[in-house]
T-cell receptor, first 110, second 113 residues
Framework: DVKVTQSSRYLVKRTGEKVFLECVQD?????MFWYRQDPGLGLRLIYF???????EKGDIPEGYSVSREKKERFSLILESASTNQTSMYLC?????????FGPGTRLTVL | DQQVKQNSPSLSVQEGRISILNCDYT??????FLWYKKYPAEGPTFLIS?????DKNEDGRFTVFLNKSAKHLSLHIVPSQPGDSAVYFC????????????FGSGTQLTVLP
């Protein structure tokens, strides 16, 4: 079974803090993704990566950056957290058509 | 502009009855559709998919129907069980690749015992 793990299940940060969300997959997938889930808005793509050191913006990249130094690891960075970034963050990996999601990180920015 | 729409934010169904979740899309280039199920505090898990060359795909209690002319797909769960209570997301792709998946806003299904 594919396993996608995220470093934290719950995180509370203050406005202006730098936040790192880490994601690791164990199936040697080329593609990795970061989504956020908000009520009534579904899942929105922030960034994805199709190879090490490669990244592409998704639908809502503003306020975020990413890093992919190793194939199995994809990090989401909030350079200066703001209250409107309070959300559920979901990492996923994929080899082809479908996505395998991690358990999510519930981030609260105060 | 939402290309994939789930117009019902919630649905309640009695245990043993049929649950029908609906999804509409606007992009005629979409050719691959998926349903994901999400429990609270967990990531979404893949449920069932359908390619545009088919109009029906079945997997146990779950059946997905695709009506290309109406740009509509539906997920049928028969019989519904309390463990099916979750948020269901439909997603669509135009290239058959996960890179291009567009998700709907989700429908909260509650199956009442």
């Amino acid at each position: 079974d594919v396993k996608v793990t995220q470093s934290s299940r719950y995180l509370v940060k203050r406005t202006g803090e730098k936040v790192f969300l880490e994601c690791v997959q164990d199936m040697d997938h080329e593609n990795m993704f970061w989504y956020r889930q908000d009520p009534g808005l579904g899942l929105r793509l922030i960034y994805f990566s199709y190879d090490v050191k490669m990244k592409e913006k998704g639908d809502i990249p503003e306020g975020y950056s990413v890093s992919r130094e190793k194939k199995e690891r994809f990090s989401l960075i909030l350079e200066s957290a703001s209250t409107n970034q309070t959300s559920m963050y979901l990492c996923a990996s994929s080899l082809g058509k479908g996505l395998f999601f991690g358990p999510g990180t519930r981030l609260t920015v105060l | 502009d939402q290309q994939v729409k789930q117009n019902s934010p919630s649905l309640s169904v009695q245990e043993g009855r049929i649950s029908i979740l609906n999804c509409d899309y606007t992009n005629s280039m979409f050719d691959y559709f998926l349903w994901y199920k999400k429990y609270p505090a967990e990531g979404p898990t893949f449920l069932i998919s359908i390619s545009s060359i088919k109009d029906k795909n079945e997997d146990g209690r779950f059946t997905v129907f695709l009506n290309k002319s109406a740009k509509h797909l539906s997920l049928h769960i028969v019989p519904s069980q309390p463990g099916d209570s979750a948020v269901y997301f439909c997603a669509a792709s135009s290239s058959g690749s996960a890179r291009q998946l567009t998700f709907g806003s989700g429908t909260q299904l509650t199956v009442l015992p």
